[in-house]
Nanobody, 129 residues
Framework: QVRLVESGGGLVQAGGSLRLSCSAS????????MGWFRQAPGKEREFVAT????????AYADSVKGRFTISRDNSKNTSHLQMNSLKPEDTAVYYC??????????????????????WGQGTQVTVSS
């Protein structure tokens, strides 16, 4: 059974940093893109960042570009989201996700919610002003 577990969320002041982690179990995802989404109260779940299977390609939402960095460690079946210069508008539940499609050199980085088949339960990030 595939399971994704996020960790690292919490309460931080504006301007601070947090590092989220996503640990996958049940199968290896070294051939799959992994991503992060977030959902604030009363809003739709939105794309944050994604990384290709080998970590060589990444994409970010404009709202986090230059502040967040996504990475992965295939030897540990994990993904990370380093979040710097946090703002109150970054407050949300952050979700880790995996695209079941096998990554190929011509693949397009998945940035839509329905590109992903596996999801974690989420971790709360709260940024105070």
């Amino acid at each position: 059974q595939v399971r994704l577990v996020e960790s690292g969320g919490g309460l931080v002041q504006a301007g601070g940093s947090l590092r989220l982690s996503c640990s996958a179990s049940g199968r290896t995802f070294s051939r799959n893109a992994m991503g992060w989404f977030r959902q604030a109260p009363g809003k739709e779940r939105e794309f944050v960042a994604t990384v290709s299977a080998n970590g060589g390609r990444t994409a970010y939402a404009d709202s986090v570009k230059g502040r967040f960095t996504i990475s992965r460690d295939n030897s540990k079946n994990t993904s990370h989201l380093q979040m710097n210069s946090l703002k109150p508008e970054d407050t949300a539940v952050y979700y880790c996700a995996v695209d079941e499609s096998i990554w190929a050199p011509w693949s397009v980085l998945p940035v839509k919610r329905n590109d992903y088949e596996y999801w974690g339960q989420g971790t709360q990030v709260t940024v105070s002003s």
